[in-house]
């Protein structure tokens, strides 16, 4: 089935037709010619559908000014206003073209009770007039149904954007770009590179995007960095020059001072 027949029948458009041309007291023509007419005109299902829509509205603001003969209701009591908005509702087949609302065009047959029944509910419980319910049934059939439906056939659908994968925050080596255990130097340099590249102010000459994206790059290259200098990093081994080391002899290395030879004089005289 091609994609203009399939939204015709998918919204109940000859169904539609047919309640138009019997409101506008021509029966004898037949829903599908005219519908093939209009698209021929409009070489569009939906500006078709849309100028039959038009011509359906039209018909019933014309019935309800004949009905009531005036432009406002205020010689009615809200009893008379009822029993005239249900004669009006039936007038423009109003039941048939919700029961088009409520029921999928292939579902067998259509229920006009129920239908009826949400009219009924809508014009005494809403306290709507006839005239407005009558135009809000026409926009709920183009907003629920037919633009819809067109819009799927028709208007070229957007590819599904992939689902975001949960990719594992890298640590603070992987920020900085070094290999687990690098020395405080190595993560020194990587700090000083990166915030070189990073750094607010030499991101001003780009967009809002990159700005904010290198903004939250240096966010977490501060807080890698200042992680990995409190955890101490591996430190470097320094080799120490002939001065420090004389200055760190240990002490079996220093010379014992020599004993006064008062003091060897004091332990004979003790003997």
């Given at each position: 089935?091609?994609p203009?027949?399939?939204?015709l029948?998918?919204?109940?458009a ?14 004898d ?7 093939i007419?209009?698209?021929g005109?409009?070489?569009?299902p ?6 039959i829509?038009?011509?359906?509205t039209?018909l019933?603001?014309m ?14 009591n ?7 908005g ?8 109003a039941?048939?073209?919700?029961s ?18 949400r ?14 319910l ?21 208007e070229p ?9 949960n ?23 990587a ?30 290259i501060?807080k ?5 200098t409190k955890?101490?990093?591996?430190k ?8 420090d ?16 030879k ?10």
């Amino acid at each position: 089935m091609d994609p203009t027949r399939q939204f015709l029948t998918l919204i109940g458009a000859l169904d539609m037709t047919r309640i138009v041309l019997l409101v506008n007291e021509t029966p004898d023509v037949e829903p599908e010619d005219y519908l093939i007419r209009k698209i021929g005109m409009y070489n569009n299902p939906m500006e078709a559908v849309n100028s039959i829509l038009l011509e359906y509205t039209a018909l019933g603001n014309m019935i309800f000014k004949n009905l009531y003969g005036i432009n406002d209701y205020e010689p009615y009591n809200q009893t008379q206003l009822q029993i005239m908005g249900q004669i009006f509702l039936n007038r423009v087949r109003a039941p048939e073209f919700v029961s088009l609302l409520l029921n999928p065009p292939d579902s067998e047959g259509r229920n006009i009770v129920v239908a009826v029944q949400r009219l009924e509910n809508r014009l005494i419980q809403d306290n709507m007039d006839s005239l407005s319910l009558f135009n809000s049934i026409i926009y709920e059939y183009v907003h629920d149904v037919v633009r819809p439906t067109y819009n799927r056939l028709f208007e070229p659908q957007p590819e599904p954007e992939p689902e975001p994968q949960n990719v594992p925050h890298p640590g603070p080596y992987g920020i900085l770009g070094l290999e687990m255990g690098a020395s405080i130097g190595d993560i020194k340099k990587a700090y000083k590179k990166l915030s070189l590249k990073y750094h607010p102010d030499r991101n001003r000459q780009k967009s809002t995007e990159e700005q904010e994206n290198a903004s939250e790059m240096m966010k977490d290259i501060n807080k890698a960095y200042g992680t990995l200098t409190k955890r101490g990093g591996k430190k470097t081994k320094k080799t120490k020059s002939k001065k420090d080391r004389k200055k760190t002899k240990s002490k079996k290395d220093r010379k014992k001072p020599k004993k006064s030879k008062k003091h060897k004089k004091s332990k004979k005289h003790k003997k």
